[in-house]
């Protein structure tokens, strides 16, 4: 009797639950079933198609046919009966144009029924998300492949403009295929923006032409570099994935690297043994912001990459900059002595070459919150705030007038909760205990504590953060999906259920997300499980008596 109510539980589930993951904005659905011919399916542009959209078609064409998805829920289901048959999806978009950037319209509306359904969007970029959409739903049945529920028809658009991964590639080194398979796990989530942290204080692994020695000398080594070619590569890659990529070049601190090729424009280099005065984390170093050579290198930075990286924000750090590792340094004493002035005067002089250079470049800049929040500098007003430290950052820089990515990292650091670094803590903890499990991320909302329309507007959206003191190649998906994926789908549609307007349940949101995790594996990326397979096909089951809280 039990696993008669446990099997009639799951099936009433199945009817109430899309797999969708993120959930659309809106849906009507029937109760018929399609099949569809994998093999002759048509997917056919029908009015404007750019290169973009070909090559989407022919992938999804490629995952569509290859893929024989069958549901955790459907793991003892019926040999269901087809009413009709699909035979094709046609495609609209009324623009050719392939520019993406944060504006890009991403609606789309897709119809399936018999015969041929239809996807229609504004931009190719919504197209991009109504075949992520239109993949999901087919599902394998008994040698079949059908869609369940149709007719089905869908209208979408993400609620946020910004919805990204931070991901470090200077602690530890991630080879190509790495980062491109993390822009399909994005894409398959309708995230659209790789924050690229491409360098730190640990290495420089990326390409110079106004310095070789940068990475020649901070590089890990010869096979850990990203050349000007790779990353234009890598770019592309996720431009056809909808996917923006804004660099982080960090300045002036996590700078240790530099001092490797050019120690005549650091300070604090590698302080030892008590690095922890004057940095976060060691090695210490930042640059000298008194020496005309460090402005010489902030401007060839700007620069070179902002050619190299076709994005229009260039996100240039500005975090944890320690004052101790300059008020430490003669040279920076001498200066500020013999012209009477203050650190903070030094430091808002840089920023404003900083920012001034990243102007003439036609580049908005993206920092962290510190140089908003703990600096006298007036940032310019088209900045893009980056809110990490705490939930009530938001709302604290939306007050000042500026745009914000929420990131707070109680909530969305994702390399949490596997111990210190520092080799003598052997009973200590990670500085951002505990591990975040994917509902603790999927349960904040970036609108906490918004509370007006003007406001509202002013948060882009925020990003998921990987870094990389204990993340590499060998751990990259398991760490980062499908836990980003819950960020993701917050980003997408929403915290809030459309229909009550109040935060989606978990009772919904776990058994789509671990559906999208099954998904995942099939399409190469290695996410880690939630729970016991049994859970999963057996939703709700593995839950305490709401009594007990």
Request: glycine share 6%; net charge negative; hydrophobic share 40%.
């Amino acid at each position: 009797m039990k696993q008669l109510l446990v099997a009639a539980f799951a099936a009433s589930l199945q009817t109430l639950v899309s797999g969708l993951w993120p959930v659309p904005a809106e849906m009507t659905k029937g109760n018929a079933i399609i099949s569809i011919d994998v093999d002759h399916l048509a997917i056919v542009p029908t009015s404007h198609s750019c290169s973009i959209l070909d090559k989407a078609i022919s992938r999804y064409l490629y995952m569509i046919k290859k893929e024989d998805f069958v549901p955790p829920l459907d793991y003892n289901a019926p040999n269901f009966v087809v009413s009709a048959k699909m035979t094709g999806l046609n495609i609209t978009i009324a623009s050719q144009d392939e520019t993406l950037t944060m504006d890009t319209d991403e609606s789309y509306c897709l119809t399936i029924a018999e015969g041929t359904g239809v996807l229609n969007a504004n931009t190719v970029y919504g197209a991009l998300r109504g075949l992520e959409t239109f993949s999901q739903l087919i599902v394998y049945n008994y040698g079949k492949h059908i869609i369940k529920d149709t007719p089905i028809t869908i209208s979408d658009a993400p609620v946020f403009k910004h919805r990204g991964l931070s991901l470090d590639t200077a602690r530890n080194y991630y080879p190509l295929d790495s980062l491109k398979r993390t822009i399909d796990g994005l894409s398959y989530t309708k995230m659209n923006v790789l924050h690229w942290h491409i360098v730190d204080s640990h290495s420089w692994p990326v390409e110079s032409k106004f310095n070789p020695d940068l990475f020649v000398k901070g590089a890990y080594g010869p096979t850990m570099i990203y050349t000007h070619e790779q990353v234009s590569e890598i770019i592309q890659y996720a431009k056809e994935r909808g996917v923006r990529v804004i660099p982080e070049f960090d300045m002036p601190g996590h700078t240790y690297i530099v001092g490797q090729s050019m120690p005549e424009i650091m300070s604090c280099l590698n302080d030892q043994p008590r690095w922890d005065i004057t940095a976060a984390q060691p090695p210490s170093g930042q640059l000298n912001i008194v020496k005309p050579g460090a402005y010489d290198f902030t401007a060839n930075v700007v620069r070179e990459y902002s050619g190299l990286f076709t994005d229009n924000v260039f996100h240039v750090g500005g975090d944890e900059v320690n004052r101790k590792c300059w008020l430490n340094d003669i040279s920076v004493q001498t200066h500020l002595n013999s012209t009477n002035t203050t650190i903070e005067t030094v430091l808002e002089n840089y920023y404003d070459f900083l920012y001034k250079n990243l102007q003439y470049r036609n580049k908005v800049g993206m920092c962290w919150e510190e140089t908003l929040m703990h600096t006298n500098f007036t940032v310019p007003k088209d900045t893009i705030i980056q809110a990490w430290i705490d939930q009530t950052s938001v709302v604290d820089i939306v007050k000042k007038g500026y745009r914000v990515v929420a990131s707070p990292y109680m909530d969305t650091y994702l390399d949490c909760g596997h111990g210190p670094i520092l080799t003598n803590m052997p009973k200590g903890n990670s500085w951002c205990n505990p591990f975040k499990s994917w509902m603790r991320i999927y349960d904040y909302d970036p609108l906490t504590n918004i509370t007006d329309a003007a406001s509202a507007e002013l948060v882009l959206g925020g990003e998921v953060a990987l870094w990389s003191e204990q993340s590499d190649p060998v751990v990259l998906d398991r760490y980062l999906w499908p836990r980003a994926a819950a960020y993701g789908e917050t980003l997408w549609s929403g915290r809030n259920d459309t229909a009550t307007g109040k935060p989606r349940g978990f009772d919904n949101s776990a058994p789509r997300i671990q559906e999208h995790r099954e998904r995942l594996l099939l399409r190469g990326i290695a996410a880690e499980p939630l729970v016991p397979l049994w859970c999963v096909r057996n939703p709700g089951m593995c839950e305490l008596p709401a009594e007990l809280f």
